[in-house]
């Protein structure tokens, strides 16, 4: 099955700035989600975006998604030191019966 | 909020134990799944199950097995365990949406070692 794959694969970032990070896929999609996993934790939802949008905001989240690329982008602003998690994209593909495809994971520190 | 219990945090079994990892999810969900996670290689799906004694293969389900007889409890069976099936566990559960975008809830996980 595919995965979506992350990159960069850790971050290290002063509390304030902005963490960026980045995930590809191989096939075609229905949508794509990020989660979020606290050391030693299991993972929480954070955003979903779907295969016709190109743009989303949650709060601090905007996660971007370019299909032609096949690729997806998490942008945290204004990160603070709790924050600190690694963070998984998901891919839900076509056809794919609605299971969840998930990449490797991206850690980030955020130093207060 | 959605609930999902996974009944142990840490579980320690020796080679060849038969070993139960049980999950509970108390918002009514069709959906559950069972993954492991291993440093480097992310979360992989081991089973899941759409509904009540339905079960499905993941991604890597062999030494594996697993038991719905009731929507909110699903069981992860390891039959007879190996040092390589040493892992973190997640169980999650979602609803069922039609057209798909369903998120999963996930455990707090149980980290297995076997010896």
């Known amino acids: 099955s595919q995965q979506g794959e992350e990159d960069p694969q850790a971050l290290s970032i002063q509390e304030g700035e902005n963490a960026t990070m980045n995930c590809s896929y191989k096939t075609s999609i229905n949508n794509l989600q990020w989660y979020r996993q606290n050391s030693g934790r299991g993972l929480v939802h954070l955003i979903l975006?779907?295969?016709?949008?190109r743009e989303k905001h949650s709060g601090r989240l905007r996660v971007t998604l370019d299909t032609s690329k096949k690729s997806s982008s998490l942008l945290i602003t204004a990160s603070r030191a709790a924050d600190t998690a690694s963070y998984f994209c998901a891919t839900d593909t076509l056809g794919g019966n609605n299971r969840l495809a998930f990449g490797k994971g991206n850690q980030v520190v955020v130093i207060p | 909020d959605v609930k999902v219990t996974q009944s142990s945090r840490y579980l320690v079994k020796r080679t060849g134990e038969k070993v139960f990892l049980e999950c509970v999810q108390d918002?009514?969900?069709?959906?559950m799944f069972w993954y492991r996670q291993d440093p480097g290689l992310g979360l992989r799906l081991i089973y899941f199950?759409?509904?009540?004694?339905?079960?499905e293969k993941g991604d890597i389900p062999e030494g594996y097995s697993v038991s719905r007889e009731k929507k909110e409890r699903f069981s992860l069976i390891l039959e007879s365990a190996s040092t390589n099936q040493t892992s973190m566990y997640l169980c999650?559960?979602?609803?069922?949406?039609?057209?798909?975008?369903?998120?999963?809830?996930f455990g707090s996980g149980t980290q297995l070692s076997v010896l």
């Open positions: 999650a559960s979602s609803t069922h949406l039609t057209g798909g975008g369903e998120k999963l809830f």
């Open positions: 975006i779907r295969s016709n949008e």
């Open positions: 199950s759409y509904d009540v004694k339905m079960k």
């Open positions: 918002m009514d969900h069709e959906n």
